[in-house]
């Protein structure tokens, strides 16, 4: 029998990437990937060179269809795989990555009337500058006793569609009465793929404040954020929403020509990259807690029941997997933290011993790391570079490091970040158990474990639970390729559910990073000075970061 493929493509943050899987095993045959060319646009537009302000976030929807236009021929090429025995197709995204569209579908920002408006494009997951809306968005949820708060940890974060919606409407309400609709780029790429819209339950679920059995929150409620946003599901959003593991569409004639696919290959509804990568990490129930490490992180983990856990994302039924309650929490910034350190704060001389050694300097500062106890720096940070995602959900928080003496070194720097990361974790997982959902296991994917050693083995420490690694270095995108292959369906080749996918496409790797007990009780003492910055600095006894961001923003006004 012709063995079956299915494509996965993993839209990230910086770039985007399609596998090839083998179906019937889950073996990986090629990978491509697709650099932004426009990255992330956090400083100026690429089309008027008009300065961004501050916290801003934008990307270039182009960069999504080029990355599928670029990549799927490739890996087919690549691996020598013929279009017709292409079953499927998966994506996932960060979210919420949302857009404004018009009536026919395109993106605003592609309309040489709107080329130059900020508010047409792409806001990225990590456009902050949304602030004042999420502030709005929770203080009428808490006035009108809006029972939907409390699934979001009782805040509803400035990266979350509603917030960005209203950001438009404040600050550019020409770009919202022009938008026919408001998308997750993870369903307005459906819609460029199939011709239908079919937005995800996932991102309307975590990000748009949608449940399934309440839908979103009432006309009432929106009201009382704006008179002009009364009738905004019904206007720019929808309420037909699709659940995971549905078949979304399928490839027509043209995008199939484009792509180098068969017409009819089936598309899977879209989904989120961190949740997408659960059951590409082998975890199909309950307590096992998945991080996907990358530039953050983001946690998850499968509960039997709804509760209501103070500074998580969200707990959404069916929202990772059908059956169960999927939480999620989050750390806004880590692989970023320690490439903002590389990058700008590493003396020439390392640079130097890197290029001697022929390493990577974050190879370099991992082994030199390594050779330090717990404790020995003297070094304490908080991990809060672009602001705290859980438990706080507070943007406007900043980083800290205490301890520096004018005997401390690069390598004892970047330990003392790794562990700030770690810490964090450790908050997260227990503010879950403390309220009541059980996490007993510990599975890590994404880009940071696959390179740096030391950081598994210190949240192994931290946590105090031996770490598995996904098996694929590539899990959302392996994970969407397990979606593409159940909306393709067994009788097609692929698979009825997703736990049937995964159970023959989902591997771990043979390292289990176990912990070692003598830095795990050192780790106790600095975990608990560690919660009396966080809580310092975080619940409200001293707002200086929030002072220092003020005077910051005024400056930047003043200086224009």
């Not at 039997?304 to 999620?328: A, H, K, S």
Request: charged share 20%.
């Amino acid at each position: 029998m012709t063995a079956k493929y299915a494509l996965g493509v993993d839209f990230g943050t910086e770039s985007g990437r399609t596998v090839l899987v083998e179906v019937g095993t889950g073996r990986e045959l090629a990978m491509a990937v697709y650099a932004y060319a426009n990255g992330v646009i956090d400083e100026q537009l690429p089309t008027s060179g008009a300065r961004l302000p501050p916290d801003w976030a934008l990307q270039d929807p182009a960069d999504y269809l080029r990355t599928l236009s670029t990549t799927i021929p490739l890996t087919l090429q690549q691996a020598g795989v013929s279009a017709d025995d292409v079953l499927g197709i998966g994506i996932d995204f960060t979210a919420c990555t949302m857009l404004p569209v018009d009536g026919a579908g395109q993106a605003l920002c592609a309309d040489p009337r709107f080329a130059n408006e900020p508010h047409a494009w792409v806001k990225l997951w990590k456009h902050h500058a949304a602030q004042p809306e999420a502030d709005a968005v929770n203080r009428a949820a808490r006035e009108r006793g809006e029972a939907f708060l409390s699934r979001y940890g009782g805040k509803i974060s400035s990266e979350w569609m509603i917030p960005k919606i209203l950001q438009i409407l404040n600050e550019a309400p020409h770009v919202y009465h022009a938008a026919a609709r408001f998308m997750e780029a993870a369903d307005w790429v459906i819609l460029q793929l199939t011709g239908a819209e079919r937005r995800n339950a996932c991102t309307a679920g975590y990000k748009a404040i949608w449940a399934k059995d309440t839908g979103y929150p009432t006309p009432e409620y929106f009201a009382a954020l704006h008179p002009e946003l009364r009738t905004v599901v019904a206007d720019k959003l929808s309420g037909d929403i699709y659940a995971q593991g549905e078949r979304a569409g399928a490839l027509p004639p043209s995008m199939a020509a484009e792509l180098g696919l068969r017409p009819g290959t089936a598309v899977a509804v879209a989904n989120v990259d961190a949740h997408v990568s659960v059951p590409a990490c082998t975890v199909v129930g309950p307590g096992k807690m998945v991080m996907v490490m990358g530039t953050s992180i983001c946690h998850m983990v499968l509960g039997t029941e709804q509760r209501m856990v103070p500074g998580m994302c969200g707990v959404v039924e069916d929202g990772i997997l059908p059956g169960y309650f999927g939480y999620e929490a989050g750390q806004s910034a880590v692989g970023d933290i320690f490439a903002w350190f590389v990058e700008t704060c590493v003396p020439a001389a390392y640079w130097e011993e890197a290029r001697q050694r022929n390493l990577d300097l974050h190879a370099l500062l991992e082994a030199k790391a390594a050779l330090l106890a717990p404790g020995q720096s003297g070094l304490l940070a908080l991990d809060w570079s672009n602001g705290n995602r859980s438990v706080l959900v507070d943007v406007d928080l900043s980083g800290v490091l205490i301890g520096l003496t004018l005997a401390t070194r690069p390598e004892e720097i970047y330990r003392a970040l790794i562990e700030a990361t770690a810490f964090g974790t450790q908050t997260i997982i227990r503010n879950f158990v403390a309220h009541g959902v059980p996490v007993d296991e510990l599975y890590a994917c994404g880009g940071l474990p696959e390179h740096n050693r030391l950081l598994m083995q210190i949240y192994a420490d931290v946590t105090g639970m031996p770490l598995k690694v996904s098996g694929s270095s590539q899990t959302p995108a392996l994970g969407s390729a397990m979606f593409g292959a159940v909306a393709a369906g067994s009788q097609a080749g692929g698979y009825d559910t997703i736990v049937e996918a995964a159970a023959h496409m989902a591997s771990l790797a043979p390292v289990v990073y176990a912990r070692t007990p003598p830095p795990t009780l050192v780790y106790e003492r600095l975990h608990a000075e560690y919660m009396r910055l966080h809580d310092y600095f975080g619940r409200g006894e001293n707002n200086v970061m929030k002072t220092l961001k003020g005077i910051r923003d005024e400056t930047h006004v003043a200086s224009g």
